[in-house]
């Protein structure tokens, strides 16, 4: 008799293991979006859990998401999230995984506009646009890059701890792993407010940084500093993109993956027990009318806020109560412009004197937020750009969609104007904690880290989160879950 107890303790644990998942794995998961978010953790779900998971990719619009591009006269653009930088390793991989190629990088100078000046102009030669950024700003040119440098460096340790196999549960969580409480603060602190800490000084902030926020973000220094130091990053050249565009890339995943691409508005996620373990009921809506269906995962790869149809989105049966839909987001217009470029408004009055092809603006009263001439998704090897005297294709964001007196203003002329509405970002400051990614046993929300940092390799790092969170509690490795010190870890279990 006495030995009956340790067996019942054994028998316990492991029905609660096969409550759980036990060995055997999940039966059929949902992915809500198709953008980057729910294409990486689709195939990254299916790495994890092998083939025979059967995986249904919800998507109430295109695949891709916010990776989208547009016709015009012919050729395609890119009308959404147009570079990565170079150290984005989980786009790299996708792109070779798939195949796919590097578009060729056709050089063009840039240039920050103040609406009357030119406040920084790029040159030709790289030593004298040091030069000039040392001449005009001292060493805060320098401090800012050993800054955006330091941020990177530690954000970069994920990706050991991603291949080591952990995951996070909190957004928080993953980013004390990263860099403890100061990386945590950096989502509350302002841009302004750590740089000048650092000692850069504020004509810089103003001048230079914010015009990098504004093109990146829309958004003002004042927004936290852990999203700025991400899109600054951004800014120190070495951008690459998709040839072809680069939803191929989402659009690729899913056909690796072999997923079930089905073209609904996901309406409402809703609990159900049987036998002791989750099963989440997911409804949708499209042209033939309201459906729904059971899964053993669920992962929201869409970002949830107010003010927009994804607080329709309804979570039914949780106790406590699913309700983090929290914060809104930053509107971005942008319009692809066929035409020719009034260069009289930039002080050039000859327009074939118009040295750049990429203006950004300072905090100056203006409508728009970046102007660039753009090069189409497909370039033959003797593409080249178009002259500011002649028609080219003109990508101009803004926070509104332009006037016509807007568009006469910025072009002498054009053919064609093509606009794409985006919520694009979110509105950093309009919710106060960050979300966390599980939000239930098996119902997890990609885009949570979305509120420290709003790209599309962040994303692909939520995705292998979240694939991996999943995969951890499915089969109970614990230990694989929200742990402290994992640099240390890392180091010793090489
Ligand atoms: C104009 C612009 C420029 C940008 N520039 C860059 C850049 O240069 N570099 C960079 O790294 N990032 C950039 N970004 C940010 C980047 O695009 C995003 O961070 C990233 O693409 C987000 O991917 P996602 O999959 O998480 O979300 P999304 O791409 O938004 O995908 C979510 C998908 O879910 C679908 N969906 C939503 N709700 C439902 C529902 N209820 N049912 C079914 N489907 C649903 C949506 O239709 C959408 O396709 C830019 C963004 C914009 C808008
Ligand atoms: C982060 O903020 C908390 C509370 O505001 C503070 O106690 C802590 O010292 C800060 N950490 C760092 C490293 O700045
Ligand atoms: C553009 O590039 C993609 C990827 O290389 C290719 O599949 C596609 O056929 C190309 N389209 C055109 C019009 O050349
Ligand atoms: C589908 O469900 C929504 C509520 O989610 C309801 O308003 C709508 O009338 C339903 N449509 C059909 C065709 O049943
Ligand atoms: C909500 O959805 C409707 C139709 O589906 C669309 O016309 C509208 O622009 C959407 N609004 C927002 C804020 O996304
Ligand atoms: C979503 O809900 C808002 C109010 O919260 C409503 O105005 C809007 O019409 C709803 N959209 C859809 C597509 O049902
Ligand atoms: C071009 O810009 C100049 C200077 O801002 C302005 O006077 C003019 O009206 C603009 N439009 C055209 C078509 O030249």
């Not at 993109?241 to 890339?249: A, D, I, P």
């Not at 927009?308 to 699913?322: A, H, Q, V």
């Not at 983090?324 to 009034?342: M, P, R």
Request: glycine share 6%; hydrophobic share 45%; with cysteine.
């Amino acid at each position: 008799m006495a030995r009956a107890v340790p067996l019942l303790a054994a028998l316990a644990v492991l029905l609660a293991a096969a409550a759980a998942g036990g060995d055997a794995p999940p039966g059929k998961i949902a992915v809500v979006g198709a953008g980057i978010g729910g294409s990486a953790v689709a195939h990254f779900l299916q790495q994890h859990f092998g083939p025979r998971v059967q995986i249904d990719v919800y998507e109430k619009w295109t695949v891709g998401g916010r990776l989208a591009t547009i016709s015009v006269n012919k050729q395609h653009y890119e009308s959404g999230a147009a570079s990565f930088h170079s150290l984005s390793l989980h786009m790299q991989d996708f792109v070779k995984l798939l195949g796919l190629r590097h578009r060729r990088e056709v050089v063009g100078r840039s240039a920050i506009f103040s609406g009357e000046h030119f406040v920084l102009e790029e040159t030709d030669w790289y030593l004298l646009n040091l030069f000039r950024l040392w001449w005009h700003y001292g060493i805060s040119f320098l401090r800012l890059q050993m800054w955006v440098e330091e941020v990177m460096e530690k954000f970069m340790r994920i990706y050991k701890y991603q291949a080591h196999g952990y995951a996070f549960s909190g957004v928080e969580e993953l980013l004390y792993s990263l860099g403890e409480s100061a990386f945590v603060n950096m989502t509350q602190r302002s841009v302004t407010e750590s740089l000048l800490q650092v000692g850069v000084t504020q004509r810089f902030i103003d001048d230079v940084v914010s015009a990098v926020l504004r093109a990146s973000y829309g958004q003002s220094a004042a927004m936290p500093a852990f999203a700025g130091a991400m899109s600054l990053a951004g800014a120190q050249g070495n951008l690459w993109s998709v040839e072809g565009g680069n939803k191929l890339v989402c659009s690729g995943l899913l056909k690796l993956t072999k997923a079930n691409v089905i073209h609904a508005t996901v309406t409402s996620v809703t609990l159900h027990s049987t036998e002791g373990k989750a099963l989440y009921q997911v409804g949708y809506e499209n042209e033939v009318g309201n459906s729904s269906d059971l899964y053993d995962i669920v992962v929201i790869a869409a970002p949830l806020y107010l003010d927009s149809n994804s607080s329709n989105f309804t979570f039914e049966g949780f106790n406590p109560p699913i309700d983090d839909v929290q914060g809104s987001f930053q509107t971005s217009i942008v319009s692809l412009v066929h035409g020719y470029l009034n260069s009289s408004y930039f002080g050039f009055p000859d327009p074939k004197l118009f040295p750049f092809a990429s203006i950004l603006t300072t905090d100056f009263p203006s409508f728009f937020c970046t102007l660039d001439n753009i090069c189409p998704v497909n370039i033959s090897a003797n593409f080249r750009r178009k002259q500011p005297q002649e028609a080219a294709v003109w990508r101009v964001q803004s926070p509104k969609p332009l006037f016509r007196t807007q568009l006469k203003t910025l072009f002498r002329s054009y053919y064609s104007v093509q606009t794409a509405e985006w919520k694009a970002h979110p509105l950093y400051g309009s919710r106060p904690t960050l979300p966390r990614f599980a939000l239930h046993d098996q119902l997890f929300y990609l885009n949570a880290l979305e509120w420290a940092a709003s790209s599309v390799e962040v994303m692909a790092v939520a995705a292998k989160n979240v694939a991996l969170l999943a995969y951890n509690r499915w089969y109970q490795d614990l230990d694989k879950i929200d742990q402290k010190d994992l640099m240390h870890k890392v180091k010793t279990e090489l």
